[in-house]
């Protein structure tokens, strides 16, 4: 595909990604901090979110799991979830979370499950999504151009 | 009787005469054979003789005269004709040999003759090449005896090891009695015996000046035979013999200024000292040519190793005197150092010391001014109110005058409406202008911009300065400011020739003039004016108070707007115009007059605001950490990262000037950490500024944060933008007390 057809591909993309509620204002900040003596920040930081998120989980999992579940435990593990999620803004991860750690205070193990899968099922999409995201930024990259920033009115 | 052949003598053989010349005959032949004998023989013993030739001739002619005589025995009695035959072929023989001899001797005796005369002539050479020799080899000693002498003399630059080696050298090389040196007393009116040679300690001797034969030694430059009974010889004890002859000669004392390279100091020096030297007593030796003549030379050389030791004295303690100079020199230098500082530092201090009373006197007075007083008491608080302004302007002057010295004064450059600032020192100026019924009127050209870029507050300091000065210094009359953009051909004015102003595309200079028809000045005391604390006496001025710093003040100012400032006045009584031009920049945009309501506009915009600023970010959420790392690295700082509570404490040092500390995890650690800091840095500046991170910024969350002494509190997530303003405001303010 020619150079610019990609670059109003991932324009649009993007642009459904923040439409969707995928991504939130957040990620912008995110893009702002990338510059020339920082290139890869964003992947950087997104690959390091999907770690993290990827072991919470595991333990949330682990911790539900449990015949004494406890609490207080699952809540830091959400408490950092939401944080990380937050921080690079897959807001629809972070609203997860926050139901999930709604349903922890009042120790509701069925919501807190039902939650957990939400969780891990926002961060699946959010996941592809950024997947989506990085190869096409790869591709333009490679056909030498520069990704457009995205300029959102809202 | 018989015919022989036989030739018969002429006479009878028996005649007693014939038998004389028989015997008379015999003897010459043997003689003629006996001499080229005796010849031969002599001259063999001898080794040259250079007429061989002539000897053999010679001894030819002998032997053939010889053999003649011989052979005439024979003819005295009766011979044959044979007998005859010989004898007539050897007297032809001879007859030859004779002539010849004859001939060669004419050429041979004249040379023979010569070589007496040659010998005589080489004896005489020779004799005259021996005095020659006799000559020379006495110079050759004098030379040597000079140069010995020079050499003792000058090896040394101690004035009395000269003259005494002097002494004891002439004394050797001449073999004297005695050797003695008259200096001249510092009256100058009198020798007195200074060294000699025999006598260890001379006595002082002294002997007036103007004597005769002293004059005559010190008039010639030679060595001059004196009487031994003169008082400058009369040194030895008189005794019965014969004393020696004595020579004296004149030692030039050269003095430091008569030491000219070009001009031989013969005539200009006036003072002599005398040498006498004695010969042995009943020596019959004499005084030669040469010996005097090394007397001359060594009288000479003495008095330049004199002046070279006169000359070194005086350049050592030249030298001495230099580094006493200099060590005083340090210590001024040291001890005005010291003085600046100290200044410098009390002017610190004073800085703020004073102002601080001077503000509250003002600031209470004012109040003061507002309440009720009676008539007396609003007297009394307005005097002083005028009194601490004049002392606050005094005091705010001085430092300034003292920061602008220092260099440490930079202006603060912003856009400001020019026409307003003319304005504003009309009004300031309009009351003491009517109560003195002064007439002020302002002029500003029409191609004046409005606005400008420079130092507004300077630029009114200055004008109301300057037109301040107009108004104090008129009793009656008009004050007239003019204002407008100095061209090209006006720039340069005669007044400045130095200041060549070159207008651009960005900057106009400001030319303004202000003419009052007051006192005037006088030519002469226009150069003061600029100068602190000078200024001009005359009872007007000395009644109208003012220190005299204020032109000096903004001489300054306008210097440093890249302008120029001065005065004209025709003199005393027909007033003065001060004039100056000041660099101001010309604004860019058209809405610029917006300007001036905008709120300041922040100037750290861009990447790199806080360049270098250390940062700690204490977060234990690897991925929000990494975050907010981003944004601090993107603003320029330097960020150190620790995920947990020990690790921030123990990392935590005076260099951090912020530390972001994530407190949104339950549970109450990240409070107990910034109780910790600030348990650690006692002094409150030395403490880094903490913020708090945190998700909610519940009621709770604050108080916590506020109790344990956080800085701040930010809400998470943080935009760039609002973490420059918050980093912005910490950094001036050092508190924050929420940035959501």
């Known amino acids: 595909m020619e150079l610019v057809q990609i670059q109003r591909r991932l324009v649009d993309y993007t642009k459904s990604l923040f439409m969707e509620g995928f991504l939130d204002a957040q990620f912008l900040q995110l893009q702002q901090l990338q510059d020339d003596s920082n290139p890869d920040f964003v992947f950087e930081v997104v690959s390091l979110f999907f770690e993290d998120s990827e072991k919470l989980l595991n333990e949330l999992t682990i911790a539900l799991d449990q015949p004494n579940v406890d609490f207080k435990k699952i809540d830091s ?45 926002e961060c699946y999409l959010v996941k592809n999504k950024f997947e989506t995201l990085f190869r096409l930024e790869q591709q333009i990259m490679a056909s030498g151009g520069s990704v457009p920033t995205i300029e959102l009115g809202f | 009787m018989d015919s022989c052949n036989c030739i018969e003598p002429q006479w009878p053989p028996d005649d007693l005469l014939m038998k004389y010349q028989y015997i008379s005959d015999f003897f010459i032949a043997l003689a003629y054979f006996s001499i080229p004998l005796e010849l031969i023989y002599f001259v063999k013993k001898s080794a040259v003789f250079p007429y061989r030739w002539v000897l053999v001739q010679f001894g030819a002619f002998i032997v053939l005269c010889g053999a003649t005589h011989l052979i005439n025995l024979w003819t005295f009695t009766m011979h044959t004709r044979t007998v005859a ?77 000269i003259l005494k080696t002097t002494l004891v050298e002439l004394g050797r090389t001449l073999a004297l009695e005695e050797c003695a040196l008259w200096m001249p007393t510092r009256t100058g009116l009198e020798l007195q015996l200074s060294y000699t040679l025999r006598q260890q300690n001379p006595v002082g001797y002294t002997v007036p000046i103007h004597l005769p034969v002293i004059n005559q030694v010190f008039s010639s430059s030679h060595a001059v035979k004196i009487s031994p009974k003169c008082p400058v010889a009369r040194i030895r004890p008189a005794g019965k013999y014969m004393p020696g002859e004595v020579v004296a000669v004149r030692v030039p004392l050269l003095h430091l200024s008569n030491f000219q390279i070009n001009d031989w100091p013969e005539l200009s020096t006036k003072r002599y000292a005398l040498m006498v030297l004695m010969l042995p007593s009943d020596s019959a ?63 610190a201090v004073m800085n703020h010391e004073m102002r601080t009373p001077m503000h509250a006197i003002i600031a209470l007075s004012s109040l003061l001014q507002e309440t ?45 409406n020019l026409f307003a600032v003319f304005r504003e020192v009309l009004n300031l100026i309009k009351p003491i202008a009517s109560v003195k019924k002064l007439h002020v009127s302002l002029n500003l050209a029409p191609d004046l911009p409005e606005y400008a870029i420079g130092d507004e507050k300077r630029l009114m300091q200055t004008i109301l300065n300057v037109v301040g000065n107009a108004v104090k210094f008129s009793k009656e009359g008009s004050i007239s400011i003019t204002a ?60 109208s108070g003012g220190s005299g710093l204020g032109l000096a003040i903004c001489k300054r100012f306008v210097n440093l707007m890249e302008g120029h400032i001065w005065i004209e006045s025709e003199g005393l009584g027909k007033g003065c115009t001060a004039i100056f031009m000041v660099k101001l920049g010309i604004p860019e945009r058209l809405n610029e007059p917006k300007l001036p309501f905008m709120p300041k506009v922040p100037t750290n915009h861009g990447p790199t605001a806080f360049p270098g600023l250390k940062v700690l970010v204490m977060d234990e959420n690897g991925v929000s950490r990494m975050v907010t790392k981003g944004l601090l690295v993107h603003l320029g700082c330097d960020v150190t990262m620790v995920s947990s509570r020990e690790e921030c404490l123990r990392v935590v040092s005076h260099e951090h000037k912020v530390v972001f500390m994530d407190v949104c995890v339950p549970g109450m650690d990240g409070y107990e950490v910034a109780i910790r800091i600030n348990e650690k840095f006692t002094k409150r500046h030395e403490r880094p500024i903490i913020v708090a991170l945190t998700g909610n910024t519940d009621k709770v969350t604050k108080e916590n944060c506020m109790r344990v002494g956080m800085d701040g509190i930010i809400l998470k997530p943080v935009s760039l933008d609002k973490m420059r303003s918050v980093l912005s405001d910490l950094l001036e303010h050092r508190v924050l007390f929420e940035a959501i």
């Open chain 1, 77 to 121: 593990h959400v408490h950092q979830l939401k944080g990380s999620s937050s921080s690079i803004g897959a807001q629809r991860v972070k609203n997860a979370c926050i139901a999930f750690r709604n349903y922890c205070d009042v120790q509701n193990i069925e919501g807190c499950l039902t939650c957990l899968q939400q969780v891990k099922q």
């Open chain 2, 85 to 161: 035959m010989v004898m007539t072929t050897a007297k032809v023989f001879t007859a030859v040999v004779s002539c010849a001899t004859a001939l060669m001797l004419v050429h041979i005796i004249p040379d023979l003759l010569s070589v007496k005369t040659r010998e005589l002539f080489l004896k005489n050479k020779a004799a005259e090449l021996d005095r020659e020799m006799g000559l020379i080899r006495t110079q050759e000693e004098t030379g040597r005896h000079v140069r010995m002498l020079t050499h003792e003399i000058r090896s040394t630059l101690d004035r009395h090891t």
């Open chain 2, 285 to 347: 030796r004499q005084w030669h040519a040469h010996e005097l003549e090394l007397v001359e030379v060594v009288a000479d050389q003495v008095a330049v190793a004199l002046s070279h030791a006169a000359i070194l004295e005086e350049s050592m303690r030249a030298r001495d005197l230099l580094m006493e100079q200099n060590v005083a020199l340090d210590l001024a230098r040291r001890e005005a150092e010291t003085a600046i500082r100290a200044r410098n530092d009390f002017l």
């Open chain 2, 372 to 416: 009720e007083l009676t008539p007396e008491q609003r007297l009394m608080v307005e005097t002083i109110l005028k009194s601490s302004n004049l002392l606050s302007t005094l005091i705010n002057d001085v430092l300034d005058l003292s920061r602008l010295e220092d260099g440490s004064l930079q202006l603060d450059l912003g856009t400001f």
């Open chain 2, 484 to 543: 407008f953009v100095a061209k090209s051909e006006l720039l340069r004015d005669s007044q400045t020739p130095e200041f060549f102003p070159v207008p651009s595309d960005n900057h106009f200079y400001l030319r303004v003039q202000v003419k009052d028809s007051g006192v005037g000045i006088s030519p002469q005391d226009i150069p003061k004016l600029f100068t602190k604390f000078a200024q001009t006496q005359s009872t007007a001025t000395r009644n």
